[in-house]
């Protein structure tokens, strides 16, 4: 079975960092990107940033680009996101997206952000 695996969540003070990662299994990594989305309480599912398998391109929402960095380790099957200068609004549940062609794609369970102020 294809799984995803977030950690790395907690709780932050506004200001500090965390790092989550998420770890695929039972599939071979050949994926076209991986994304992180996160999603806070009466807010819509938001795009946090995506890498792309073949170039290792990066894109990033502008609400973190510059604190946030993504990258992947193709050889652990894991994927990072860096949060530095974390905010309050940052405060969410982040998942990670594993996107393969033709409209296949795997998510993992999510793993909580919370930041104080």
């Known amino acids: 079975d294809v799984r995803l695996v977030e950690s790395g969540g907690g709780l932050a003070q506004a200001g500090g960092s965390l790092t989550l990662s998420c770890v695929v299994s039972?599939?071979?990594?050949?994926?076209?990107?991986v994304g992180w989305f996160r999603q806070a309480p009466g807010k819509e599912h938001e795009g946090v940033s995506c890498?792309?398998?073949?170039?290792?391109?990066?894109h990033y929402a502008d609400s973190v680009k510059g604190r946030f960095t993504i990258s992947r380790d193709n050889a652990e099957k894991v994927v990072r996101l860096q949060m530095n200068s974390l905010k309050p609004e940052d405060t969410a549940a982040y998942y990670c997206?594993?996107?393969?062609?033709?409209?296949?794609?795997?998510w993992g369970q999510g793993t909580q952000v919370t930041v104080s102020s």
């Open positions: 039972g599939i071979t990594f050949h994926d076209y990107a």
């Open positions: 890498i792309v398998n073949e170039d290792g391109s990066t």
């Open positions: 997206n594993d996107v393969y062609g033709s409209g296949l794609d795997y």
